[in-house]
């Protein structure tokens, strides 16, 4: 069973990853776009990491705290969707002590669908929508979930790479960000690597 | 690109506890976490109150506009980022005088989704809220795309016209009709010579050589349309009116505003170098220019370039645009 | 430090033809060549008239303070250098409302030389005139030689003070001393971090370390008092107050007005970080601040860098100060 | 005789120098003023020099013509002293069709005491003034005038090198000033190579 303590070193793994990879992402978010992804999942994570500290023992309510201090400390887009996606799948997950890997698939459809509604985009539009659509089919019946989920990411990224981007400020660029990884998607890899620690 | 600041992390808040310090009688800090800037002293009861956010770094966009014919209330991030969807609801809250808010702001993903949220969240509390979108770069998508555009300067002729028309007194549907009407009106283009620096970054929002410029960048220093060697004024100043005028209708007799902005180093002397092919191009279009602005009206902080905006006058959005209005940064009498 | 500009030669000229096609309600081009800005609307019969000039680069001053409760007319010369004498004599002309003229202007050797020849040229016009000299940077002399100093952002509060007297109906007498009392009671100190380029020379103004700020440096890049690593704003803020402080009284229950000014390309943001040290200070020594200003209102083209001016203030000059005034750059209703 | 050829020609040299000096005689300036003697000494020698195209055969009324073009271009310290010299010299060189070299000392020190008057400034305030002054009279009874006036230039600047600066911007400096020519002395000994053509 995955459990509160399972999140809050996912989240302190996460805090780590992401100063380390904050340059790397402002660079990808800077190509097409305003150069800010790094920022928001640094100063995101420190805020989970933060609350991690003291979350609540219901793993729902724990993902909602997460969800909360992510809203608080960044509202770029990527970070007001990861809320978004993180408080559907709370909402599946409260008044349990804990979910099994089973439950991840249908956690993450839960999130992906709440966030395409608060984005107003479509699956294939190259954006994290694809990498978590990505995740969420490989999940389903994975024998290593963790394995599964890392090389769905980096097979969704890369199989992206060469379409145009149709979302957000990089689809103004569609035609030069043709061969670039959307930086939503690369960011999504690492953090799948971070809190499955692969 | 040397920025005269403390810690990082406290840029924002140290920048808002100074305005609210220098101009008590016009801005007050309130929110949650002391994000979001209201009038002073508020509305008349009943006036529809106008509510605007985005990121910090802009100023006088967005907070320095709040004010008597203008914003009612302003959320306002961290620099260059959305503020979150409760510090827009406590602006929203600010904002309201019993008729309804208008959220008028620039087209970013990260303020449209959090905008977006704040009206779910002050849906609770009765109040209602429209929505009215900048969307005038057109450096950012062709015109079939429009509505997809990124929001520049334009907001400062659409926060002047819609805040003149809540003063009138016109209702919520009235005041966001008027809002709509200017942002269809408005179009924008900016050109950057050199970058700023984001604070919690720590370097330059991007690079460029020394004798380079590029056309259509935008405001956080997202890609433009071209880079290349560094023009004469009147040859970057002809560029950008034809790119406006190629995407507007400006025909003999009308009447049109103007505003030459400063992105943030470029000098006023700079700017009217510029204006005056501005003022030829569109003298020669037969249009009749009405209260010209020239200045810095909406910045990228440090960053050398400057924007251009058109915004088509009828009779109702003249009148608006020159009544009345006063804030630390404008003033119209 | 890059510049939007045509020919080198021409940047002063295109730069007032802009200014003037932009406002043509509040400025006129005049003078044999083209070098004096007058009011569009002359002050009325038998004001006293006051005139400034000094070098292009600094907007808004010189010329962009010519308006009502302002300057009357002013001569502009090329970028950082003076206008000659019979550019300043036109200028005297036509501030000139049959009362008499007072020349208010800073502190540098070519303006008093050529201010002093035009003197003695309109001496035959029989107009009579008078000097004050703004010589307020402390960073420039001792206290000992404080008439030796260089003039800087104090300026502003003169034209505005002097301005608002002559409007008021002193007589030429009477605004002198009012401008000289004004003088006396400002202290100016800048800081720079990066310098401008001056379009005829075509390379920046000095040369400092990307890592480096000068504190006491000049509007015209000229040396400070020690330059190195560049300090938190606070501890930038501080330095400045202390040295302000240093050299006027200012005293529990004191009455102050402050500009906390960009040199250009620093942003209203790190102003008001600043600001927040500002008010810190004043309000230790017991001060009240009077209408606090914060914003570009002398700069030097593209130059990053802030000034602070102090300006100590009795009942006559709180009057004048926050007596109306109008022009395109600040307006008090 | 010295006449208005010889003026015009001298203007030419004049003009030639002052382009190839002016980076030498900004970066003077900038040291401790303001770093813009180059361009009022090229400004103002390209309007000597187009003006000398058409200068009256009245030597007088020709170095007049020569001050006023300079007023015209360069209204700094420096412009409008060297300008206040020339107008004194043009007083009493006036009606004379040229002027012998035993006539130019005493053109210099009229000048001289015009610029003192205008400047409000003394002799050994290490200034243009102290070079003037030195020309003045080494130019008194010289048998090759102009290498007198080169000499009497060069040595003067080199003299006044370590001595303090007591007038205008550089004053705010004297300190650092010692060790620096005086930028209104070196351009005064490259106007005086110029016009000699030494
Ligand atoms: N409407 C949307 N729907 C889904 N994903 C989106 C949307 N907008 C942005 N994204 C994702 O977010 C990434 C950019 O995030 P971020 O840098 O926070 O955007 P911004 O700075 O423009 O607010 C994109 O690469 C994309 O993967
Ligand atoms: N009052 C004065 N009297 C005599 N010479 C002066 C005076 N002021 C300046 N100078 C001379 O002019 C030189 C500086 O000229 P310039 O660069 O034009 O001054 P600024 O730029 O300060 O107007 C000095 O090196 C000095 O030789
Ligand atoms: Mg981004
Ligand atoms: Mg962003
Ligand atoms: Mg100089
Ligand atoms: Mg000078």
Redesign the pocket.
Same mark, same amino acid.
């Given at each position: 069973m995955i459990t509160v303590a399972d999140l809050r070193s996912a989240a302190f793994r996460l805090k780590t990853a992401m100063e380390a990879e904050a340059d790397t992402?402002n660079t %990808?978010?800077g190509a097409l776009?305003?150069?800010?992804?790094g920022i =928001?999942m640094r100063s995101g994570s420190r805020a989970i990491a933060a609350a991690a500290e003291d979350l609540p023992e219901d793993f729902g309510m724990a993902l909602m705290g997460c969800a909360q201090a992510l809203t608080k400390a960044?509202s770029?887009?990527?970070? =007001?969707?990861l809320a978004t996606g993180l408080m559907a799948a709370a909402k599946q997950a409260k008044g349990r002590e804990g979910i099994e890997p089973g439950d991840l698939s249908g956690l993450l459809v839960a999130a992906r669908d709440k966030?395409?509604a608060?984005?107003? %985009?479509e699956l294939g539009?190259?954006?994290?929508?694809d =990498?978590l659509d990505a995740i969420a089919t490989a999940l389903d019946g994975a024998q290593d979930p963790a394995a599964a989920a890392v090389t769905a990411a980096e097979d969704a990224q890369e199989a992206f790479r060469d379409k145009r981007?149709t979302?957000?400020?990089?689809r103004i660029f569609a035609d030069k960000s043709v061969g670039l990884d959307?930086?939503? $998607?690369?960011?999504?890899t690492k953090i799948v690597q971070a809190v499955t620690g692969r | 690109m040397k920025k005269i600041l403390n810690d990082p992390e406290a840029y924002v808040d140290e920048t808002l506890a100074g305005l609210c310090a220098a101009h008590p009688e016009s801005y007050r800090l309130t929110g949650d976490d002391g994000r979001v800037v209201a009038r002073a002293t508020p509305g008349k009861d009943g006036k529809v109150g106008i509510v605007s956010a985005g990121g910090s770094g802009h100023l006088p966009v967005f907070t320095g506009y709040v004010g008597t014919g203008l914003l009612d209330a302003c959320a306002i991030g961290n620099v260059? %980022?959305?503020p979150s969807a409760d510090q827009m609801a406590d602006a929203i809250r600010a904002a309201d005088q019993g008729s309804g808010v208008l959220r008028l702001y620039g087209n970013?993903?990260?303020?449209? $989704?959090n905008f977006d949220m704040a009206g779910d969240l002050v849906e609770m509390d009765d109040i209602e809220t429209t929505t009215v979108l900048l969307a005038d770069d057109v450096a950012s998508a062709p015109p079939e795309e429009a509505e997809k555009r990124r929001g520049v300067a334009g907001m400062v002729f659409a926060f002047k016209i819609a805040g003149a028309a809540a003063e009138a007194g016109l209702d919520l549907a009235g005041v966001t009709r008027v809002a709509q009407k200017t942002a269809d009106a408005c179009r924008s283009v900016g050109v950057a010579l050199s970058p700023c620096t984001v604070p919690q970054a720590g370097k330059p929002t991007f690079e460029i050589g020394e004798d380079e410029m590029e056309m259509g960048m935008g405001i956080?220093g997202e890609p433009g349309v071209w880079r290349d060697k560094l023009r004469p004024a009147d040859a970057i100043a002809e560029e950008m009116m034809d790119r406006l005028l190629a995407d507007i209708d400006i025909a003999q007799g009308d009447r049109v505003s103007v505003l030459v902005n400063s992105l943030g180093a470029t000098p006023h002397e700079e700017l009217f170098i510029l204006y005056r092919i501005v003022e030829a191009r569109l003298q020669a279009a037969g249009a009749q220019i009405v209260m010209p602005l020239v200045g810095r009206y909406a910045t990228s902080m440090e960053m050398t370039g400057v924007s251009f905006t058109l915004c088509k006058l009828d009779a109702e959005l003249e009148g608006y645009l020159t009544a009345p209005c006063d804030c630390p940064f404008w003033i119209v009498k």
């Open positions: 992402l %990808a978010d776009g305003d150069g800010d992804l =928001t960044s770029s887009s990527y970070g =007001t969707l966030m395409m608060r984005g107003k %985009a539009g190259k954006t994290v929508l =990498t981007a979302i957000g400020r990089a959307d930086p939503g $998607m690369l960011a999504m | 260059f %980022a959305s970013y993903g990260g303020d449209v $989704m956080h």
